[in-house]
């Protein structure tokens, strides 16, 4: 078997672009140097899109993803405030702890795992408790593979509250369409590696005047997640602490991939390996773990067999084909496997995928018909 080659298909992190690499190992420069300034005042209007905004600030932060979730608890709560969290996979579960961590009263509507939020749900929840004051929610839950639909809950949330809404987008961003404006969403964390294609390392917040206003009246103590220091700082060209500065010369070069493809573009993609991957394993006669199309998420897909272990089959895909796929998290961990096809990652790659999971398939004892799975993604590309 081929050594130093690894297939990285997991929901995160997920595989770096040659050129993002090189523009990692650029030379080391001073933080306060203007070359840094210069950099950061270009890479924040260049963000923007991503979250689908105009105006609104874009943080960045020194941290993994869940930093970003855990200044989203910090700076738009106060203590002992009423929050609704929903709750749809381990993601949402992480949202709860760290509100629970913060001493919040937290409601919680809560679906079953491989489920979306009913919108219906928040409505009943929003009305059963009029103190809510931020709702936080998860776009695409990487630990299922759901989409939620966040638009609607926006809206939902506007109708029947004053309440803020927080999103996680750490898995969405760059690879599904986020409406931030649009859709009335005050605050949406991402991270650097899911669809971003750089490395694990930094959070972005894109945040609304909204919640400025609350954060700026916020009294919770807080020192390096505190967001009023980064927006002062970014009056400023530059971030109140050292900043990933290798991180963010990579990010100059992910964000001119994306550019270059086009987001639009980009975003197409995504749906396109989702619809790929989805049909290719039906194909195989292989439970998805989401059953609706417009709940999947197009950077993630779990799928739950129902003849074989996913660890056996995991195994054969990692040790035979260098491609290595997710396991699942919390309860379904040993249940179901998940497909990471973001970011870096083309239809080319798919087909790839496809086409060696019908061989370790064979292997851990599911019948399929050598090609129906690949034939099934190449219709649909063909479409
Ligand atoms: C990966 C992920 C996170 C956590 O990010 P870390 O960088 O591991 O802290 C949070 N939310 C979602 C939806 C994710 O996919």
């Known amino acids: 078997m081929l050594k130093d080659q690894l297939i990285l298909r997991i929901p995160g992190p997920t595989p770096i672009p040659p050129s993002v690499n090189r523009a990692l190992l650029q030379p080391m420069v001073g933080h306060r140097d203007r070359q840094v300034s210069e950099r950061i005042k270009k890479l924040i209007p260049r963000l923007r899109p991503l979250f689908g905004t105009e105006k609104n600030d874009v943080l960045i932060v020194a ?19 009423e929050v609704l969290v929903l709750v749809t996979g381990a993601f949402g579960d992480r949202f709860r702890k760290i509100l629970e961590a913060y001493r919040l009263t937290v ?64 898995s969405s961003i760059g690879g599904a369409e986020m409406r931030m404006d649009e859709w009335k ?5 991402t991270g650097s590696q899911k669809a971003l294609m750089l490395p694990p390392g930094l959070a972005f917040l894109a945040v609304s005047e909204k919640a400025w206003t609350k954060i700026s009246n916020n009294p919770r103590p807080r020192f390096y997640l505190d967001l ?37 573009e980009t975003l197409k993609r995504h749906l396109l390996m989702m619809k790929m991957t989805r049909a290719g394993i039906r194909a195989m006669g292989v439970p998805l773990l989401v059953a609706e199309e417009r709940y999947s998420s197009p950077t993630v897909t779990a799928v ?71 034939a099934a993604a190449q219709e649909v590309y063909k479409r």
């Open 63 to 81: 941290g993994s993803g869940t930093s970003g979730l855990e200044a989203a608890a910090v700076n738009l709560t106060q203590e002992g405030e």
């Open 107 to 170: 409601h919680a509507v809560e679906t079953e795992w491989g489920e979306p939020v009913d919108p219906e749900q928040v409505k009943k929840a929003l009305n059963s408790h009029p103190g809510v004051k931020v709702v936080f929610a998860t776009h695409s839950e990487t630990s299922t593979g759901v989409l939620n639909p966040i638009d609607q809950i926006a809206h939902v949330v506007h109708e029947h509250s004053d309440a803020l809404i927080a999103v996680d987008g750490v």
């Open 185 to 189: 969403i005050d605050l949406v964390v």
């Open 228 to 264: 009023l220091k980064y927006k002062k700082s970014l009056g400023e060209d530059t971030v109140p602490f050292t900043p990933a500065v290798s991180h963010l010369f990579a990010l100059d070069q992910s964000l001119s991939l994306i550019e270059e493809e086009g987001l639009q």
């Open 304 to 374: 739950i067999p129902d003849d074989f272990t996913p660890g056996a089959f995991r195994t054969v895909m990692s040790k035979e084909f260098n491609i290595v796929f997710a396991s699942g998290q919390g309860h379904l961990k040993d249940r179901i496997f998940r497909i990471g096809h973001m970011g870096y990652c083309s239809p080319t790659d798919v087909l790839q995928y496809l086409g060696a999971m019908e061989l370790a398939l064979q292997k851990v004892g599911h019948e399929v018909t050598l090609g129906a799975g690949v």
